[in-house]
């Protein structure tokens, strides 16, 4: 993964992530949506659509996914999603998803910068989508990153689970911190006080979350090391990024979140259990870019009733759709 900080990363040295100064209520973030038992999220990630792809056959694969899921309650797609797109191209792989019927949802990545957009565009595109798609970015407020909202399960009134779409952000050039970015400290406030409100909003109960976003925590190659093994490989070195801001400590002392999803590292599709938290990277959902034939795919979260998780996952090969 390091190479493709040091290839592509420089083109993205003008499109750093949008920050305003306006402080808006904890609120002002948060969809909701209705909980049913066994609540099941099909997640898909690094799709790494271009302009020069067949999308005939992407979206033929993906529909394989979508299958594989059998009628999901909710997609989210955890990061780059494009790499040297344009406007058309994005326009359809988001016409795509909402062709399903099927609530979604996504966070960005670092290459989705690396397009002939903006991700401010794209951000715009997505909270005016309306239809199917749940996303909401405030991208004049005082926290960093494009997608930071929260879509609360709600049940009788409460919220049974709470689910944080969360911007891990692109690339930091500061030449003390230079690699891959990190959530920052206002995001960090930000995701304090959104568990906060959600507790007093529940009757003084901390809410079960679980967490969705790109470049996987610094704690990802501890959690590795010396967690619970509960599935899968680690066929690459994890690229986090060497820096952060205490994020997994807010996480522990709050007590909320419970396990954290995301993509970035193409050819790992490990799950580990680490000081009470799970660490789950997603499946590689297309064949662009890097990836492994056989780890390409999908997988499904879902929440039951008591809040446990069942994690299952699908591969599937382009032989299929050829
Ligand atoms: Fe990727």
């Not at 948060?30 to 271009?50: C, G």
């Not at 009134?157 to 959530?183: A, E, T």
Request: with cysteine; glycine share 6%; hydrophobic share 35%.
């Amino acid at each position: 993964m390091k190479y493709r900080f040091t290839t592509l990363a420089f083109i993205s040295l003008l499109a750093l992530s949008a920050c305003g100064t306006r402080e808006y209520k904890p609120q002002d973030y948060i969809l909701e949506m209705n909980y049913k038992s066994d609540f099941r999220i099909l997640q898909l990630t690094d799709i790494h659509l271009s302009d020069k792809d067949d999308r005939d056959i992407q979206f033929k694969f993906m529909d394989k996914l979508y299958e594989s899921a059998n009628n999901p309650d909710l997609v989210v797609v955890t990061g780059d999603l494009f790499t040297f797109a344009g406007k058309d191209t994005a326009k359809s792989l988001l016409k795509y998803f909402d062709s399903k019927n099927i609530p979604w949802t996504v966070c960005f990545g670092n290459h989705d910068e690396q397009c002939y957009f903006s991700v401010d565009w794209l951000t715009d595109v997505l909270t005016n989508y309306g239809s199917n798609c749940l996303f909401k970015d405030l991208q004049d407020d005082n926290v960093n990153g494009n997608c930071n909202f929260a879509i609360n399960l709600m049940k009788d009134g409460k919220v049974h689970d709470q689910l944080f779409i969360m911007d891990s952000n692109r690339y930091n050039f500061n030449l003390s911190q230079l690699g891959y970015d990190c959530f920052k400290e206002d995001q960090i406030n930000w995701y304090e006080s959104i568990v906060k409100y959600t507790k007093e909003q529940n009757g003084g109960e901390t809410a079960n979350s679980l967490m969705f976003y790109h470049i996987p925590l610094p704690e990802v190659n501890a959690a590795w090391e010396e967690g619970t093994k509960i599935y899968g490989e680690k066929r690459e070195a994890s690229c986090p990024p060497d820096h952060d801001y205490g994020f997994f400590v807010k996480i522990k002392e709050l007590g909320s979140t419970k396990a954290m999803f995301f993509g970035h590292d193409h050819i790992n599709n490990f799950e580990v259990d680490y000081q009470g938290v799970k660490f789950c990277y997603g499946i590689k959902s297309t064949d662009r870019i890097y990836h492994d034939e056989d780890m390409m795919g999908c997988q499904t979260i879902t929440i039951h009733d008591d809040h446990s998780l069942t994690i299952e996952r699908y591969y599937h090969t382009y032989a299929e759709v050829k």
